[in-house]
Structures are given as C-alpha cells and as structure tokens.
C-alpha cells in the first residue's frame, strides 16, 4: 500500500529555517508527482508547493516563492521541502501528497507533520 511519511518539523523561531521530508513507500516513487500543502486551524488545506515525475518541474504558490524550495532524490524516496524566512503565518501541519496523473498530486497523502514559527 501506498505510504507516505513526513518527518522535520518542529518549533523554530521568526526568521529561521527549517527542512521537512517526506519518505514514499509501497509505490514506484520516480513516476509520481509529488507536493507539499499546508494547513493552518480553521483553514482549507492549501498547495505549497509541488514536483513533477521525469526531470522534475517545479511549482510554488506564490507565498512559498522566493522562501521555500522543493526537491526530490528519487534514489531515496524522498521528497524535501527547504523552508527559510519562515514568519509565524507559515504556521501550519504539512502534509506530503503523490500522485500518478496529476500536479499538483491529490492521490495519496501523508499524516502530516507540524511547524510552529515562534515571533
């Protein structure tokens, strides 16, 4: 079965950094597209950023450009979120989705990690 782990958050102050990961299992992870979304209480889960299967494109909502960065080592299963100039609106659980067909992924989904951001 199709499972996806995050790990990485945490608490960490205004201005800082911070690197999630998101470890795949149980599914071919090179040939799925994969994301990261975010959400804040009393909001709808929202895109943060995503990454293409193949030669792996990139996309950022408009808040995470500049700020967060989205990478992937096949190899690993892994898939990164790189975080900085985090402020306390980036508060939030973030989740790790994949998915074969589409980007941004909405397939599956991880059980989500949280970050704090202290000011």
């Known amino acids: 079965q199709v499972q996806l782990v995050e790990s990485g958050g945490g608490l960490v102050q205004a201005g800082g950094s911070l690197r999630l990961s998101c470890v795949g299992s149980g599914f071919t992870f090179s040939r799925y597209a994969m994301g990261w979304y975010r959400q804040a209480p009393g909001k709808e889960r929202e895109l943060v950023a995503a990454?293409?299967?193949?030669?792996?494109?990139?996309y950022y909502k408009d808040f995470a450009k500049g700020r967060f960065t989205i990478s992937r080592d096949n190899a690993k299963n892994t898939v990164y979120l790189q975080m900085s100039s985090l402020n306390p609106d980036d508060t939030a659980v973030y989740y790790c989705?994949?998915?074969?067909?589409?980007?941004?992924?909405?397939?599956?989904w991880g059980q989500g990690t949280q970050v704090t951001v202290s000011s």
């Open positions: 990454i293409s299967w193949g030669i792996g494109g990139t």
């Open positions: 989705a994949a998915d074969p067909n589409r980007v941004p992924p909405r397939d599956y």
